[in-house]
């Protein structure tokens, strides 16, 4: 039998009862009992049984070093669609961050007063929200209550004792406060999961794929520059590729289907290195029953030409690594009604190299310092980049 003494009441537990002068470094969910309040609930620890894509366990190393070196909260926001990597970034950094000798506290759902329960425990701890946006999001105040995600406000800012490292996963950025984001005093880092490049796509089916069906790779590489494929889509291919299906065929059955016009950078290149662009187009490149038309602009934005390709002979060229069309499969009409006709004679006088085509992701959030993974494109942009959403300094 044990005696716990709270204030001048005393309780009588069984001898299974111990008592810790901090939280042990485990993984909790945090839960809520009407009779006695909040507790913590032991889970599984957080760890990643996989390879992992990208500069992720970099990353991680990062938050826990700044952690350690802070003298208040350290937040941080992983944004992105789903199923390119958020949650296992975050289970990465609650598994080394738990190694590290801190509690790792897990909160999948909004309960009134968590805020005070958190900020009760005065001790370092890593305090991770799973699918924020939904479960502080999605909940509707009552009268006189206080909106879910404002009521964390001065949580978040914490100072001094008790440090916490607060980590938010969050699909739509639209569903945060306004007083989250862009305030690096309430979380100093936002890390923004994209769908995987060129590379990542390559490199996770060498890992996935047996070596007989390496040949479908460019396929599928292909696919992903016209349309988003996160990594449950890739796991998914992977798997009925490896049934000895061509991808023209496994692409059938799965649950990846054309949703309608994709955006698109075009861009046709001169073999002189002059280019011709349009960008942020809507195309449907799945809709193959007839040509695609395109009007493209020199620097100064004026309508040189027009293009007409057949989406049929997009290809995937692995040395520049991006999707062209070869110049010979093009043609173009000129525009004879520009006021300076020597504009348009200069461009009849070159011969076109190719025609390529980059899926336009989401606008890019961090700023751009004039580095690009894409450097063919980035080229491009930097000579176009006052048509493009991205702001060099």
């Known amino acids: 039998m044990k005696a716990i003494r709270i204030g001048d009441k005393y309780q009588v537990y069984g001898d299974s009862l111990q008592a810790y002068d901090s939280i042990p470094p485990y993984t909790y969910n945090v839960r809520f009992d009407e009779m006695t309040g909040f507790y913590l609930k032991a889970r599984s620890k957080l760890t990643v049984n996989e390879k992992i894509y990208g500069v992720h366990p970099e990353k991680a190393e990062k938050v826990l070093k700044s952690f350690s070196m802070f003298e208040r909260n350290l937040g941080v926001i992983l944004s992105g669609e789903k199923g390119i990597g958020k949650s296992l970034f975050a289970r990465l950094l609650a598994g ?10 897990v909160i999948d759902q909004f309960i009134p007063g968590i805020s005070n329960y958190i900020q009760s425990i005065d001790q370092e701890a890593v305090f991770l929200f799973d699918e924020f946006d939904k479960t502080f999001g999605g909940v509707r105040p009552g009268d006189n209550e206080t909106d879910p995600q404002a009521s964390l406000l001065s949580m978040f800012d914490g100072t001094a004792d008790g440090k916490k490292l607060f980590i938010i996963t969050c699909n739509s950025l639209h569903k945060l ?4 984001v862009n305030r690096p005093g309430r979380f100093h880092y936002h890390f923004r999961f994209g769908y995987p490049d060129i ?32 990594y449950d889509c890739l796991r ?11 991808f023209e065929q496994a692409i059938q059955d799965l649950n990846i289907i054309n949703m309608g016009s994709e955006r698109y950078d075009v861009v046709l290149e001169y073999r002189n290195g002059m280019a011709l662009v349009a ?39 692995e040395s520049r690594q991006i999707s062209l069309v070869p110049g010979e499969k093009i043609k173009l009409s000129y525009n004879d009604h520009l006021e300076d006709p020597t504009i348009v004679q200069k461009f009849k006088d070159m011969i076109p190299d190719y025609l390529s085509i980059t899926r336009v992701g989401e606008q890019q959030l961090h700023y751009w310092t004039g580095t690009s993974d894409n450097k063919q494109l980035g080229r491009n942009r930097r000579v176009f980049q006052s048509r493009h959403n991205e702001v060099p300094f």
């Open 279 to 317: 960008f942020n187009v809507s195309l449907n490149l799945f809709a193959t029953e007839h040509p695609k038309y395109l009007w493209l602009e020199d620097e100064e934005e004026r309508s040189v030409a027009c293009v007409e390709f057949d989406p049929r002979m997009i290809k995937y060229d």
């Open 199 to 230: 590379k990542a796509v390559q490199e996770y089916l060498v890992d996935k794929l047996d070596a007989e069906y390496h040949s479908e790779i460019p396929k599928v590489v292909l696919f992903s520059q016209k349309v988003a494929l996160n």
């Open 236 to 246: 998914a291919i992977a798997f009925e590729l490896n049934l000895g299906l061509p």
């Open 96 to 105: 080394k961050a738990q190694d590290a000798g801190y509690p790792v506290l």
């Open 177 to 180: 406060n306004d007083y989250l």
